[in-house]
């Protein structure tokens, strides 16, 4: 079974430009969590999706919004980029979402915002 | 809130010898699940192994065992026979279970494996 994907893998923007990447989960996954990863602040949840719907979201600005697909793919927006937005975003995929839900995680889209 | 604390910023292991990892995380809840995942210099995250609070006995997955200890909230992670590959940076991360899948990370642990 093929694993979570994500593109593209690296990508440069500078101040102001917005920006989408994109995350296809595990086939047969239904819930989507997006995650950033930074050196100064670890590893944040930024929200995950199941059913089209944003089930769950963690403390970013409005600038930061996603949204799902009925085939499960997501998207990730980022508008009006800022120098702080450069990191590494993980896309996650598991089975329902739940809890008991191991979350399996894509390669990673590289981000830097000069 | 849940927090998860890793206090190794980094560790390093010999070549066959074994190798702990410390975690230990903060909850008010009875129903969770723990993890460790592993992430190489290729910035994959990959799942290590996986804890169900419920269950006393500790996981094992090969070379990988954990040592949870439920009213310390501690979850351990011991490598045995440590590999050149097994060099990579470690999170411990928390889960509960009764509500939406929402992973809470440590701040990692990055292990060396001199030969």
């Known amino acids: 079974k093929a694993g979570v994907t994500q593109t593209p893998r690296y990508l440069i923007k500078t101040r102001g430009q917005q920006v989408t990447l994109s995350c296809s989960p595990i086939?047969?996954?239904?819930?989507v969590s997006w995650y950033q990863q930074t050196p100064g602040q670890g590893l944040q949840f930024l929200f995950e999706?199941?059913?089209?719907?944003?089930?769950n979201k963690g403390n970013f600005p409005g600038r930061f919004s996603g949204r799902q697909f009925s085939n499960s793919r997501s998207e990730m927006n980022v508008s009006t980029l800022e120098l702080g937005d450069s990191a590494l975003y993980l896309c996650?995929?598991?089975?329902?979402?739940?809890?008991?839900?191991?979350?399996?995680f894509g390669p990673g889209t590289r981000l830097t915002v000069l | 809130a849940q927090t998860v604390t890793q206090s190794q910023p980094e560790m390093s292991v010999q070549e066959a010898e074994t190798v702990t990892l410390s975690c230990t995380y903060d909850t008010s809840e009875s129903d969770y699940y723990l993890f460790w995942y592993k992430q190489p210099p290729s910035r994959q995250m990959i799942l290590v192994i996986r804890?169900?609070?419920?269950?006393?006995q500790n996981a094992t997955e090969n070379r990988f065992s954990v040592n949870f200890q439920k009213a310390a909230k501690s979850f351990s992670l011991k490598i045995s026979d440590s590999q050149l590959g097994d060099a990579a940076m470690y999170f411990c991360a928390y889960n509960r279970g009764s509500t939406l899948g929402r992973l809470y990370f440590g701040r990692g642990t990055q292990l060396t494996v001199w030969p």
């Open positions: 804890q169900e609070a419920y269950k006393q």
């Open positions: 999706y199941f059913s089209e719907t944003q089930r």
């Open positions: 996650a995929s598991a089975r329902e979402g739940r809890g008991r839900d191991t979350q399996y």
């Open positions: 086939s047969g996954h239904r819930s």
